[in-house]
């Protein structure tokens, strides 16, 4: 993927877009004269179920963002395919057919979904791809910046490894699903970090994102390079890590390596108290997802401005360049931040974190 324009303020583990004015934009439908009013439909479809965050986050906050921009007339039409790209395309071409205003798309498989583009931009819906880049005539793209958050984990993974590393210490890389364009620049980020940093023993690319799958990998790699010779684990996601854990605890480790993961679910943060896994990155979802609405009630309501503001950046897909987007910014989240990102930020509240099972590890942390 090609970016451009794209204003950043960064730290090794951070960034912020406060300087760059594409959130908290200001704008209403006087921007421009509308092509719809406040009654609108905005199709949302979202790929799977295994990560607890589309359910959890991302639907109701679209769905709220969504009512709060229309004055409570708009709708959210919502379908959810379990990763299934043939369910996908059939959620799609309801949605066509029942002529939603414009379309939020996160793609199962980013490349089979093209024609179903394809025939939204005929039906004259705009598609807008939420969290992962699909293929053909989109609108818009809002996602996080992928290739930042690899270099973040495998970052995290070298600090972790401490000073006597060498090109010789072995790790395997557990990465996302192959029909996931941000699968491919979470692994092409950590792998700059990594390579000519230590030895990427085996790699694998986890069919689904599901956890029993990296599971399954995981206790082939071991088998084959040697438990005891697996220095630390890249996992692209925090399911992925849990299945990880599983497979190396099933080989009897009892002092974990370092294993990284992605999406700050509750089950992983709880792991990152315990120190059974290392990190994991915080993205903000309610971020993401209010601008994404956002994006999508100013499309279709012809708020030209507004949408302009919030699409400063440009990226490319295979099929299609210079696509207005927006790049929200990413955190490392370990032991020492989680009060100030997931509990700060509202994602979960430090009794969910510190329930009784974890209490006395919050309480070695400090978190309390």
């Not at 709220?64 to 959810?80: F, H, P, R, S």
Request: charged share 25%.
């Amino acid at each position: 993927m090609r970016r451009t324009a794209i204003c950043l303020a960064a730290s090794s583990m951070a960034l912020s877009l406060s300087a760059c004015g594409a959130l908290g934009v200001t704008g209403d439908s006087a921007d421009a004269s509308p092509t719809k009013g406040d009654d609108i439909t905005v199709g949302l479809l979202l790929p799977e179920k295994a990560n607890t965050r589309y359910d959890k986050f991302d639907h109701p906050i679209i769905r709220a963002k969504v009512a709060e921009l229309t004055d409570n007339k708009g709708e959210v039409a919502y379908a959810n395919a379990d990763a299934s790209a043939a369910t996908q395309s059939t959620q799609m071409q309801k949605m066509i057919a029942d002529q939603v205003d414009v379309i939020l798309l996160d793609a199962v498989d980013s490349k089979a979904i093209a024609a179903d583009v394809e025939k939204a931009k005929e039906a004259g819906i705009p598609v807008i791809a939420y969290d992962r880049l699909a293929e053909g005539p989109i609108d818009a793209y809002i996602s996080f910046d992928n290739e930042l958050v690899g270099e973040v984990q495998g970052r995290s993974l070298i600090a972790a490894l401490g000073a006597d590393i060498d090109t010789s210490t072995k790790i395997v890389m557990m990465n996302g699903s192959p029909t996931d364009p941000n699968a491919k620049q979470f692994k092409a980020g950590a792998t700059s970090e990594l390579n000519g940093q230590v030895t990427i023993a085996k790699s694998y690319d986890t069919k689904d994102w599901k956890p029993e799958n990296a599971q399954a990998n995981m206790a082939e790699a071991i088998e084959e390079i040697g438990v005891n010779n697996i220095a630390a684990v890249y996992s692209a996601n925090d399911g992925m890590a849990g299945g990880v854990i599983k497979a190396l605890e099933a080989a009897g480790v009892t002092e974990l390596p370092p294993i990284t993961g992605q999406d700050a679910e509750l089950d992983a943060v709880q792991r990152i108290v315990t120190g059974e896994q290392y990190m994991s990155v915080y993205k903000s979802y309610p971020e993401e997802a209010e601008a994404a609405a956002e994006m999508a009630v100013a499309k279709v309501q012809g708020q030209d401005i507004k949408f302009d503001s919030l699409t400063a950046d440009r990226v490319d897909s295979p099929t299609t360049k210079d696509i207005p987007a927006q790049l929200v910014p990413v955190v490392a989240l370990t032991q020492e931040n989680i009060k100030d990102t997931v509990i700060n930020d509202g994602i979960y509240k430090l009794s969910e974190i510190c329930a009784a099972k974890y209490e006395s590890a919050c309480e070695e942390i400090g978190l309390k």
